[in-house]
């Protein structure tokens, strides 16, 4: 049994950081001998050719009130959301409801090549619902399910569903729910997450498997010197999401550091930020600071500008102060020091613990620790928890096991 297919909604040559995790644990399967298929959603860049790799794209015909066009209807656009508001369960403006026909589609696929294994990882949360309830309801012989969550939804209903009523927050909870209860297997990226499900939905088949890195590969990597112009400053890259409420921490730490350079008669810190994030926050980073916004980049580039880095900046929600996210096992990977802009927790332990940079508590933020780093031109390590998060470690230790044992 070695045939899968890879439902991520992101995948490489998709930009953002849902796809990496899955695609280093492709590469590392396929280098173990499984024939591995991979469908994700349509690329935002010329559509590349990647050996079995299915893009999803949605019909051009087909009703998707994302954005109205300049020169589109004004009422027509407005009567076209409504419709989709009295026609669809949960949020209407999440691309994959578009793709059901597609995804659908491609599950019948799988079926037909007797796949042995269908991952999906989430979110989306409607896009493993599918998937799921089509293999629940379909008799005959079909390939095992396997779920990967990489944030569950509760994690995202502040930031995510922050405009929707509560209707649509539990039709949205109902996707993951029913996914859960019907995969052959559940992996959580965060063991705390995974513990609570074990609880919650009183299923021995669920698992803990972190975010990782080539931890191995990594290393023969050398730290460049630093492509920037400004080369007198200490280069901070932020790559990844802010999450709402954490505004105003980043700020107070800007101006913290910034104060304390000024006083060792050094210039402001230059900021390179990488991710989506809102107009109004970029232009209050950019009024108190030095800074680039190079928005949403692919992986590769992701960790050339953490390479040019003096340190990768990345923020932790209070509520998820035991989620240590890809970024920071990134940055780590790469050798470059890690600020962690949380409260005290799992992370700033893990963090202190493998001496991978420095914790900037959030309930009294003091930026001195960055400089005494810097001016000592201090090394990171070394990682105890080396082996934990390695990909190959990983993909044995974890996800071939879960195939042996479903088998």
């Given at each position: 049994m070695?045939?899968l297919s890879?439902y991520c909604?992101?995948y490489p040559?998709?930009?953002g ?8 644990f ?14 994700s959603?349509f ?6 050719d ?21 020169n589109?209807?004004?009422l027509?656009w407005?009567?076209?959301k ?10 209407i403006?999440?691309e994959v409801t578009?793709?059901?026909k597609?995804i659908?589609?491609?599950v019948?696929?799988d ?18 619902y599918y998937i799921?309830?089509?293999?629940a ?9 396997i ?9 995202n ?6 405009s929707?009523s509560t ?10 729910h029913y996914s859960i ?6 992996f959580?990226?965060?063991k705390?997450?995974?513990e609570?499900?074990i ?10 498997v ?5 931890l ?5 990597l ?6 920037s112009?400004?080369?007198?400053q200490?280069?901070i ?7 709402m409420?954490a505004e105003e921490s980043?700020?107070e730490?800007?101006r913290?550091?910034?104060?304390r350079l ?8 230059h900021?390179?930020?990488l991710?989506n994030w809102s107009?109004?926050t970029?232009s209050?980073?950019e ?23 003096d340190f990768a900046?990345s ?5 998820l102060?035991?989620?240590i ?6 940055a780590a ?7 962690l802009?949380s409260?005290?927790?799992d992370?700033?332990e ?5 001496n ?14 960055i400089?005494?780093w810097?001016?000592e ?5 070394p990682?105890q928890?080396f082996?934990e998060?390695?990909i190959?470690s990983?993909?044995?230790?974890y996800i071939?096991?879960?195939f042996?044992?479903?088998a």
């Open positions: 070695n045939k890879i909604y992101k040559p998709n930009k950081v849902g796809g990496r995790r899955w695609h280093l492709a590469n590392r399967l396929i280098d173990l001998g499984y024939k591995v298929r991979i469908i959603r690329p935002d860049s010329p559509k590349p990647l050996k079995n790799h299915t893009f999803l794209k949605k019909n051009k015909n087909r009703l998707f009130p994302w954005v109205r066009k300049e589109d209807s004004k027509v407005h009567i076209q409504l419709f989709a508001k009295l026609t669809i369960k949960g949020l403006w999440e578009y793709l059901k597609e659908i589609t491609s019948k696929q079926i037909d090549n007797k796949v042995d294994f269908i991952i999906v990882t989430c979110a989306p949360f409607r896009w493993a799921s309830k089509y293999l309801e379909y008799e005959g012989e079909k390939p095992k399910l779920i990967d969550i990489r944030d569950p939804w509760s994690n209903k502040l930031s995510y569903f922050s929707s209707k649509v927050i539990n039709e949205e909870a109902e996707f993951e209860n019907n995969a052959n297997y559940v959580f990226v965060h705390k997450d995974a609570n499900a609880r919650n939905y009183n299923n021995p088949n669920i698992s803990w972190p975010n990782g890195a080539n191995t590969k990594e290393l023969h050398i730290k460049p010197k630093k492509l112009k400004h080369l007198e200490i280069q890259v932020f790559a990844g999401t802010l999450y409420g980043l700020y730490f800007i913290d550091l910034n104060a000024r006083i060792n008669n050094k210039a402001k810190a900021w390179t930020i991710g107009p109004e970029i209050k980073v009024k108190i600071t030095d800074c680039s916004f190079l928005g949403a980049l692919e992986s590769n580039e992701i960790k050339q500008e953490i390479l040019n880095a900046c923020y932790v929600s209070p509520k102060n035991y989620a996210n890809t970024k920071i096992i990134e990977a790469l050798r470059v020091p890690v600020i802009l409260k005290e927790g992370v700033s893990f963090l202190i613990r493998n991978l940079g420095v914790h900037i508590n959030l309930t009294k933020i003091n930026s001195n620790l400089l005494e810097y001016n031109n201090r090394e990171t390590g990682w928890d082996k998060f390695d190959n990983l993909v044995d230790k071939v096991k879960t042996d044992a479903l």
